[in-house]
C-alpha cells in the first residue's frame, strides 16, 4: 500500500542549513510535494517537483529526488527562526488532480 | 493565496449530534477535498469530488457523508458525531490543469465531547 515516511523531529541552529527527508513507497508517483504548516494554521504549498527531475532549486529551498531509492529531501538554506514549523511530504498518483498521500510530518525547530 | 474559506473556524459539540462543516471556494476550481489532522497521522483524506455532485471516497470515510450540490461548496458532514471524530480538517481544492496543485483552507478545529 501506499505510505510515506518522514523523521518526527529537527532542530537546527539559525543560519545552519537543514535537511528534512521523505520515503514513498508508491513508484507511480508523478507529483511530490512539501507543505508548510506553522502553528494554528492550513498547509502552505512550498515546491513540489514532478518525477522526471531529480533536483529543484527555488531560492532558498533545494528539492532532491532520489526515485530509485524513493527518497525526497527538502534542504532549507540559511534557516530562520521564521522557518519553524511542521513540513509535510506528500505523493500523489499518475494525474496532479489525484489524491495526496501525506507523511507524519517533520516539526522544525530553529534555534538562536 | 487560493480563495479558501472554511466555516466554522472551530466548533465543540456533544457526542450523537450531527455536524455539518462547509468548505467555500471563489477558483471555479472543479476538484476539492476533505482531509482531517491527527497527531502521528499526518493529513488523511476522507472525501473527494470532481465535479458538482460527483465525489467518492477516501481513506477514511466511515462514519462521514458530503455534498456537492455547486462548484463552490463542499460541505462534509458528520451524521452522529463520535469522540473520535475530534480532529481539525482542512478543506483543498485543485484546477485541471497540469500546472494546477492543491491549495488549502485555513482548517476547522472540532471537539466532540
Known amino acids: 500500500g501506499e505510505d510515506v515516511e518522514q523523521s518526527l523531529f529537527l532542530s537546527v541552529r539559525e543560519g545552519d542549513s537543514s535537511v528534512i527527508n521523505c520515503t514513498y513507497t508508491?513508484?507511480?508517483?508523478?507529483?511530490l510535494y512539501w507543505y508548510k504548516q506553522e502553528p494554528g494554521a492550513g498547509l502552505q504549498l512550498l515546491t513540489y517537483?514532478?518525477?522526471?527531475?531529480d533536483m529543484k532549486q527555488d531560492q532558498r529551498l533545494t528539492v532532491l529526488l532520489n526515485k530509485k531509492d524513493k527518497h525526497l529531501s527538502l534542504r532549507i538554506a540559511d534557516t530562520q527562526t521564521g522557518d519553524s514549523a511542521i513540513y509535510f511530504c506528500?505523493?500523489?498518483?499518475?494525474?496532479?488532480?489525484?489524491?495526496?498521500?501525506f507523511g507524519t510530518g517533520t516539526r522544525l525547530q530553529v534555534f538562536p | 493565496d487560493a480563495g479558501i474559506t472554511q466555516s466554522p473556524r472551530h466548533k465543540v459539540t456533544e457526542t450523537g449530534t450531527p455536524v455539518t462543516l462547509r468548505c467555500h471556494q471563489t477558483?471555479?476550481?472543479?476538484?476539492m477535498y476533505w482531509y482531517r489532522q491527527d497527531p502521528g497521522h499526518g493529513l488523511r483524506l476522507i472525501h473527494y469530488?470532481?465535479?458538482?455532485?460527483?465525489?467518492d471516497k477516501g481513506e477514511v470515510s466511515d462514519g462521514y457523508s458530503v455534498s456537492r450540490s455547486k462548484t463552490e461548496d463542499f460541505l462534509l458532514t458528520l451524521e452522529s458525531a463520535t469522540s473520535s471524530q475530534t480532529s481539525v480538517y482542512f478543506c483543498?481544492?485543485?484546477?485541471?490543469?497540469?500546472?494546477?496543485?492543491?491549495?488549502f483552507g485555513p482548517g476547522t478545529r472540532l471537539t466532540v465531547l
Open positions: 477558483e471555479n476550481h472543479r476538484y
Open positions: 506528500a505523493e500523489s498518483g499518475p494525474n496532479n488532480t489525484d489524491k495526496l498521500i
Open positions: 517537483i514532478f518525477s522526471n527531475m
Open positions: 508508491d513508484s507511480s508517483s508523478t507529483y
Open positions: 469530488s470532481y465535479g458538482v455532485k460527483d465525489t
Open positions: 483543498a481544492i485543485n484546477g485541471q490543469k497540469s500546472t494546477d496543485t492543491q491549495y
